[in-house]
């Protein structure tokens, strides 16, 4: 170790996160100064990467929780020798820069989860340390600072964070998070320690070190510190130039880096002759990180009975084991549901710390924490990860959707319970308005399936999607198979998102739209109303809108105008498709207490009332 160096680098570091800020008058300052020294231990001594080949497998992978302090992140990144030069650091916080006001995934080399949304961070860690097989993988770095962004923290915590941790069954060390030598000390004995569990190391700082005006204050935290910028430069013993680091720090790093790279060298002759080893398991792997998807999925899940009649659930818990076994590194999990969710792989076990090959995951009673731990999987890139609950809890994990849409990620959502046709529970269980709240994320597909057919289609199209996250509304009742239609016709009609399921045998005069179990009522009101009349099935607004405009045309033409869509939920998204002409039978209130077949009747989804507002318009 080097203190010398590793000591210069961090005052450096301050230095650029200070001008940075500084230049673009807004960002955080606090974390970048107060963990400098955590970040030269880090990335000067203790990581092991390779600023050559960012995806290196056998990387550290680092995670900023606190994506507010990007600077810290951005600054090492750079003198670590990632593609990431000064100017870009230069340019943090401005359009289309490297360096974007909070880490953003494949947006920066080295950045390796979008960060920011409070509480995700950890989780994303766990999740890297799932798709690693080991929980014990997962070392916490905790900026102990005592600060928050309003007051001193004992103004609203007086935990003991060591006791909580103790409690929780973590391996726990306390340290001077300025001293380097005995924070690599620490670091180093969590990084080898035996015990099977995860790490977590106290680094006791002084938010915003190097700007004594606002150092161990509110004020600190964020850009407030930067109009001292001058004085600070000064007393940390750097000159007046912007962004300046020294030839020595240039010099330490390109060594640091010379010995990352001959450690890579030798790991990949290592792993070469495991592939050759190894074929199968070298193929398997290839897929993963590839994210390659068989072309013929579809066609391996069979095509359920004519007669069929069971709850979409029941429907996706058939069509989940062929699919797992077409996809040996797709893997599930349950927040504490599995018995109403029915989304466990029967061909596995569950994941644990003695079998770190199940492919089923009990995330208990945690929908945001699985939602946060679902994006880290997807994040490390090969396994294809999924996780259920309820409908009605969804808003639980709604933040981490947030980021798997924003981020690009192919995390698959199962939410069952879809509608106020829960029934008994009432209407705390009963979803109304969350559906429509889904459908409002951009780059989220919602995916409602009216029978079996069309939830093979849902599917196998989440399984499909690479670019973003794809959530399946499946209902607890049951609905009845569509087999007058053909089975491909549903489910190539579910992955186009909308679809002609009764064509009209008159001249076109109406257009009843539905999804899920609704699907059905429209389809009995069809047959009442007469030969003029269509029925589309909708079950993914997302996916119908990505179609051409000569698609969308085909099956909604324009020139008819006389459309009634029956939904049970609120109706407002409706009338994208049913224009100004058309009507919406939706649910905007709150449902009852009551048998599902009752609730539904009373508030109005039934083909009764269905051709009674055809009839009416």
Excluded at 106 to 128: C, F, S
Excluded at 314 to 321: G, H, M, P, R
Excluded at 337 to 362: M, P, Q
Excluded at 571 to 581: A, F, P
């Amino acid at each position: 170790m080097n203190l010398e160096s590793l000591s210069r680098a961090a005052n450096e570091a301050r230095g650029l996160a200070i001008d940075a800020v500084q230049k673009c008058s807004s960002g955080h300052l606090g974390l970048p100064l107060g963990c400098a020294e955590i970040g030269a231990a880090l990335f000067g001594e203790a990581l092991r990467y390779n600023p050559a080949e960012p995806k290196w497998l056998n990387r550290d992978r680092f995670i900023l929780s606190a994506g507010h302090g990007s600077m810290f992140l951005y600054s090492w990144l750079h003198l670590a020798g990632y593609d990431l030069s000064l100017e870009e650091v230069s340019n943090f916080r401005v359009l289309h820069s490297k360096t974007p006001g909070h880490p953003e995934f494949r947006e920066t080399p080295g950045v390796e989860a979008t960060t920011g949304p409070l509480g995700q961070g950890i989780a994303n860690a766990v999740g890297y340390a799932v798709s690693a097989k080991m929980e014990a993988a997962l070392i916490l770095i905790y900026d102990s600072n005592d600060v928050t962004l309003d007051a001193p923290a004992h103004a609203s915590q007086n935990e003991d964070t060591a006791k909580r941790y103790e409690a929780l069954q973590w391996d726990v060390q306390t340290v001077n998070g300025h001293d380097i030598p005995t924070f690599l000390a620490a670091f180093q004995k969590a990084k080898a320690a035996t015990s099977g569990k995860p790490q977590i190391i106290i680094a006791k700082t002084l938010i915003g070190k190097g700007i004594p005006e606002v150092a161990g204050t509110s004020k600190g935290h964020g850009e407030g510190g930067a109009k001292f910028a001058s004085a600070a430069h000064k007393g940390l013993g750097l000159p007046k130039t912007p962004f300046y680091v020294s030839s020595e720090t240039r010099a330490f790093f390109a060594g640091v880096k010379a010995c990352r790279q001959a450690d890579y060298a030798a790991w990949n002759t290592t792993f070469q002759a495991w592939r050759t080893a190894n074929p199968a398991q070298a193929a398997l792997l290839d897929s993963g990180v590839k994210q390659e998807v068989p072309a013929d999925l579809l066609a391996r899940i069979p095509a359920f009975p004519a007669d069929a009649k069971l709850a979409t659930r029941k429907a996706a818990s058939d069509v989940l084991q062929p699919v797992a076994e077409a996809m040996p590194l797709f893997v599930s999990g349950s927040a504490d549901l599995y018995g109403s969710t029915l989304n466990y792989i029967a061909s596995s076990k569950d994941w644990s710390r003695e079998n770190a090959a199940g492919r089923n995951v009990r995330y208990g009673i945690r929908e945001h924490a699985m939602g946060g731990i679902l994006n880290g999987i997807a994040f490390d890139g090969i396994f294809r990860a999924s996780g259920a609950t309820f409908l009605v809890f969804v808003d639980y994990l709604r933040p981490s959707i947030r980021v798997a849409a924003l981020a690009k990620l192919p995390v698959t959502y199962i939410l069952t319970h879809d509608s106020v046709g829960v029934g008994e529970d009432g209407p705390t269980h009963q979803p109304v308005e969350t559906v429509s709240g889904l459908r409002v994320i951009p780059n989220l597909d919602v995916i409602r399936p009216a029978d079996p057919e069309e939830t093979a289609g849902a599917f196998a199209g989440a399984m499909q999607r690479l670019d973003g996250p794809t959530a399946l509304i499946l209902s607890r009742q049951a609905v009845p198979n569509l087999s007058f239609a053909p089975v491909e016709t549903r489910r190539e009609g579910t992955l186009q998102g909308a679809y002609i399921l009764v064509k009209e045998t008159a001249p076109l005069e109406t257009i009843l739209l539905a999804a899920g179990s609704e699907v059905q009522h429209a389809v009995a009101a069809a047959k009442e109303l007469g030969a003029g009349v269509r029925v589309v099935s909708v079950p993914c607004f997302e996916r119908f809108e990505r179609q051409s405009a000569e698609y969308r045309e085909a099956v909604l033409p324009d020139a008819c105008r006389r459309r009634v869509a029956i939904a049970a939920g609120v109706s407002g998204l409706w009338y994208r498709w049913v224009g100004l002409d058309g009507k919406v039978i939706g649910i905007d209130r709150f449902g009852i207490s009551a048998p599902g077949d009752k609730v539904m009747e009373i508030l109005g989804m039934t083909s009764a009332n269905v051709v009674a507002t055809v009839r009416a318009l």
